[in-house]
């Protein structure tokens, strides 16, 4: 999929070499890695970890197995660089907390900006999270407890309490002075906050904007009045599609009285429009999250939860081919030609629900338009399904010589695919309009009526007409 | 979803009220906005139109009627709005481009940075674009026709050509005095990229720890050596997991000899990442592309297609339940209980599947441990299996009275299960490393093979045994 310029190709020896290349190892130099550790060869092992990150170095622990992980961290210097930790898959760092002890954990959590410190003791049962509470200094536990209290998808949970802001009546002089003597600024800002005296924001000004003026001018007279608050309980989803559409890098976070608590940055924002895709993208697969990192044991269960609703649902589709199993046994070209009924319409079921799922969570479907979406859906599976039916008819009548269980067949076919986008496109907007998410459940829902549709139409117009 | 802070209810008459909203319009206000555009109130319509930004706008024109678009476009200032067109929806801005006429068009690609510009100019028919391109200025115009010639999803087409590049040599205040004189800077940017006398980009400081630091510092003395250089050529999918795993804001884009051409800043890469997803969302669900903002023409074309497809791998599955039409007849059973099985297949097929195209996407799943997952799934799949081998065999025999059935409703059900597993992970390895994308195609191929394996195996076995 990429093409590596030539002057990258002399990736050597050592896992990265230096700045010389967009990747810091390559799959080759993953699997030296692994016979390294696996050789008990640390020293060998300790160099090849020593030009990396701390993301490299968690990408390759999450790329090891269960027994390797353990090699791994027995040989990572003590104690564990925070950084590591936060970057690991959720899986993955749910696998290794349990083999730090309190102390060493309590140490990560006090290194760590408040965003990632937070995301780290979720991962915890309840106790462990105290436990570690109680080691951290008075304020940070404050901070922490805080953020822990906001609802777990909201921009409470994202923000990082560390942030820059500024007094309104400022210049740009006075900005960097305070800049230049402040100790325990955030590692990286993008964005001056300026603040009134109730500590309410009122505007903003980019540092490049700010750097690029005098040291007279006012940042008054060169603030954005025009910016987006982020309100301190508003759904993670509904933060990445602001910081999307308006292209911010950060952003202010304010509470219910409109006073400054938080910033959000975008490297968190990135995180979440790639989780919330991706979620969407499982939960459409059957899946209730990414697996890939997750034991059997894990994997196996959750995976036996669909295919169990699954199996019930199809229940339901075959006790409707089973009240009309007498017309089958006289005419077997039903059973042959049913399923294919059954498959068109979950298609087309599925094409409708996916165009919705995707226009819901980017907010393109919303109730100002729902209905001329449902008909727009409607007219495209009327074209289509007279299309399919003209085939169905001339398909069945060609395989089987009887033009009656062709047109049948053709009338089963159009209705199945009307059905389909029908609810393809009303039980998603159902769903969401009453909270659920209508990646969760609307497969399942659709492609048992489609199911029952198809069976239904085609058996019981053959054993009325036939 | 969403909870907004009382604060935020104030939001009245107008389409936005300044800062104290995160949304700029709510759909009542569109509603209302639809009213007036159609009651043909034009004062109205600027009124409501003046708090609003370019990205409010964009978003209104997507949510309009084609009729209803033109209107908007009438009452509009004049020449549009160059941010509005490059903020609007790609099949919502083709439609849109041909009313305007070439002066205006150009006078868009003039005002809109590099990788705006040549986003826009990509929509346009090759005459249209050579005409346009007429008409900007030389310098311009050789900078578009450089984008241009990258190919289409690559780095090259992503980065914006104006930068801020530093000599090494630069002293913090020497760098700040450059930027307070210099005119024609890029709007935004994050990093400082240090090059040498080459051009090559030998270090970055971000903004804001050039800020922290005294006018005398060196830059050379806090620059970061240890950054992320993206080749011009290389994909926009690697550079978005690029900057999403090591929290890029901005990078360094380099050619062929290693000299800076571009940089690449973090509001593209969120739309990718977002693009990405679901373009991988859409197309597990038997799309092409997102159809929302599409004609029903278009929409109807795209659907049929698959649908088409769909019905050709259906057609060979019902050939094999032909073939067996005698044993039907005898055991009408086996009509009843085999799309139970071919819906097992499909469903743990793409369970397996989607797992398989999000771990590949993201280079969670590749060469290194793509037996481990292979194995991994079917294990998964051996222990279902038997599970459900066992509720279908009391299931039958329940249903029918016959545990023979049972039997081989069981053994057809595990085998479809393992089956399912096993060319579930295999086909989207396969098509990976054949460099076809794997959400393209992974479905279709994969419930051709667990249709066919569910009938045949079933049908097989009772017409052997029974």
Known sequence: MTEKPSLLENSSASLASGQDTYERFSVDQLSNFVTALEA???????????????????????????????????????????????????????????????????????????????????????????????????????????????????????????????????????????????????????????????????????????????????????????????????DRREVALI?????????????????????????????????????????MGGLRASEFHRSIK??????????????????LASLIIDRFSSTIERQVALAVLMPLIASMGMNAGTQTITVAVRALAVHDLNPANRWRFLIKEMIVSVINGSGFAVIAVLLAWGWFGDVLIGAIFAAAMFSTLLIAAIVGAAIPIFLDRYRIDPADSSVVLVTTVTDIVAFASFLGLAYWIL
Chains 1, 2 share one sequence.
């Open 298 to 315: 894990q994997t196996t269960l959750s995976r036996w939860i669909w295919l169990a609703i699954n199996l019930f649902t199809s229940i």
């Open 40 to 234: 008990g060869q640390d020293s060998v092992v300790r160099e090849m970890l020593k030009p990396l990150r701390p993301q490299d170095i968690a990408s390759i622990i999450e790329q090891l197995t269960r027994e390797e992980r353990k090699w791994l961290l027995e040989i990572l210097p003590k104690p564990l660089d925070a950084d590591i930790l936060s970057y690991l898959a959720v899986p993955v760092r749910e696998e290794i907390l349990p083999l730090l002890d309190p102390e060493a954990l309590a140490d990560v959590v006090r290194r760590l900006e408040s965003d990632d410190a937070i995301d780290l003791l979720e991962d915890l049962t309840e106790e462990q999270k105290q436990d570690i509470l109680q080691k951290v200094a008075p304020q940070a536990r404050r901070i922490l407890e805080q953020g822990l209290n906001y609802p777990e998808e909201s921009a409470g949970r994202l923000m990082q309490r560390e942030l820059v802001s500024i007094p309104v009546s400022w210049t740009v002089g006075e900005t960097i002075d305070f800049l230049r003597a402040k100790e325990d600024l955030p590692k990286d800002f993008y964005d001056f906050f300026l603040v009134d005296a109730q500590n309410k924001p009122i505007g903003v000004v980019p540092l490049s904007r700010a750097m690029r003026n005098k040291r007279v001018v006012n940042l008054a007279d060169i603030m954005d009045k025009d910016f987006n608050l982020i309100p301190v309980h508003l």
């Open 243 to 283: 910081f999307r559409k308006y292209g911010l890098v950060s952003a202010p976070v304010i509470d219910e009285q409109g006073k400054l608590v938080g910033v959000i940055t975008v490297d968190d924002v990135v995180n979440v429009i790639d989780a919330e895709a991706a979620e969407d993208l499982l939960k």
